[in-house]
């Protein structure tokens, strides 16, 4: 029986020693913080120590994505055995699964969905797997039958050696993660890696307006697909005025207009676009993309609207956990704006996010491990601001300040880590707030 071992159980591991379990492997787990789980119950696994980690002849080694290069005991397994993602893992696992797949570092979560939620309307089966949801593992054993939307993070994608989906596309490319990577050039190859072992039967959908895909659009083998919001493609969706065409093979279609559909902001369109172009390539028919599109509705956390107090709308954008993924919720509107940001510190440069914010900004309410930096920056751009300790007290801060016809936006330009578990708690305890203040 081949060994594995399985390092970190967390979701992604958890789903990993399932599925690996279930597929006849000798199941060995590593975590520094836990040995048992409740959700392995049933299943066969050794949970082994530190001392012993290098004691056995693995096939290969299972990281959690959340585990950086960097960690001294991926540098020791690393020397005696291959490390690969749960990614690379699906991919070798089962070579007929259906995949369309997904990353940048900005819009992939609301693309994977929007995929699945075409495909689904358009009577396919379809689920979003990867850095969203369940793991990837599986729900690849459950759901023989389905498509799998694929989102893939740097993290997954820094340790892939074979992983080759047939349709993938990278939403775009700026600073992130760099705790993680080390540098930025390392975070970019992680990215790219989507596309390096792909050929000209395959397809790739990048982002005709991103500076750094387009630096690389030489090297892709794939045929190559664009979207773009600013300017007409030779081949792929864009935006002209508040109509989305598509474009290939000589055909030029109106699709929609952009008031027809349910969400809003320009980065949502170019979204949007990108799973087009994905089902389009898929094989899906132009009235179901058409369908599915408009039925379309944002994504917890991402741009969602809350309520509206007194005249003041209420966003939860929870999920913008970088810059360049709040700078684009900020301009999605034109009036007067509180935003509550700041959290854990990636060590990127904040600055582009706030001079945005001051175009419309009326305070910032800052919280998290990113204060001294955010205070620092609105200082030097006169931007108002105050300081608050929790998400209560920013919530309290921010409707003193906010008047009718004002936006409330929670987009903190940071990850939730320190405050919160994830982005997702730390939106839910948002909106418990505001219910609370409604209340």
Not at 362 to 372: E, F, N, R, S
Request: proline letters at 2%; glycine letters at 6%; one cysteine or more.
């Amino acid at each position: 029986m081949k060994k594995v071992l399985v390092y970190g159980l967390g979701l992604t591991g958890v789903s990993a020693a399932k599925t690996l379990d279930k597929m006849g492997y000798d199941v060995y787990t590593f975590d520094k913080n836990k040995k048992e789980v409740k959700e392995l119950k049933g299943y066969k696994y050794s949970p082994i120590s530190d001392s012993e980690i290098c004691d056995y002849d693995y096939e290969f080694v299972v990281k959690s994505p959340g585990i950086p290069p960097r960690d001294e005991v991926v540098k020791k397994l690393g020397e005696k055995y291959e490390i690969i993602s749960d990614i690379e893992l699906s991919f070798r696992l089962f070579t007929q699964a259906e995949i369309i797949a997904t990353t940048g570092t900005n819009g992939k979560t609301s693309t994977t969905s929007m995929i699945s939620h075409i495909l689904n309307e358009s009577g396919r089966k379809a689920i979003s797997v990867g850095n969203i949801g369940e793991g990837i593992l599986w729900l690849m054993y459950e759901n023989p039958d389905a498509i799998f939307s694929c989102e893939l993070s740097s993290f997954q994608l820094h340790d892939v050696s074979t992983y080759k989906p047939h349709i993938a596309s990278i939403t775009n490319i700026t600073e992130d993660h760099i705790d993680w990577h080390g540098s930025f050039d390392d975070y970019i190859n992680s990215k790219l890696n989507i596309s390096k072992r792909q050929d000209e039967r395959d397809f790739l959908v990048i982002n005709h307006d991103d500076p750094i895909l387009q630096d690389h659009k030489d090297n892709f083998k794939a045929k190559v697909y664009e979207f773009s919001s600013q300017e007409e493609v030779n081949r792929g969706a864009y935006l002209k005025g508040s109509s989305i065409f598509l474009k290939d093979e000589g055909k030029n279609i109106k699709l929609m207009d952009v008031d027809d559909l349910s969400i809003i902001g320009r980065h949502n369109y170019e979204n949007l676009m990108d799973a087009i172009l994905a089902c389009f390539i898929y094989g899906v028919s132009i009235e179901d993309i058409i369908k599915g599109s408009k039925s379309f509705k944002s994504i917890e956390h991402r741009l969602e609207f809350v309520t509206d107090i007194r005249g003041v709308k209420v966003y939860n954008d929870s999920k913008g956990t970088n810059v360049d993924s709040s700078i684009k919720a900020i301009q999605s509107f034109d009036k007067p704006m509180v935003i509550i940001a700041g959290g854990y510190d990636k060590n990127i440069d904040y600055s582009p996010y706030v001079k945005e914010f001051k175009n419309h900004g009326k305070l910032m309410v800052i919280i998290g491990q990113t204060t001294d930096k955010l205070v620092s920056l609105c200082q030097k751009y006169d931007i108002n601001f105050k300081k608050a300790k929790d998400m209560e007290e920013a919530v309290k801060i921010s409707f003193e300040n906010l008047e009718e016809g004002d936006i409330f936006l929670l987009s903190p330009a940071s990850a939730s880590w320190g405050m919160y578990k994830n982005f997702e708690e730390r939106g839910m305890d948002f909106k418990e707030k505001i219910e609370k203040y409604k209340g």
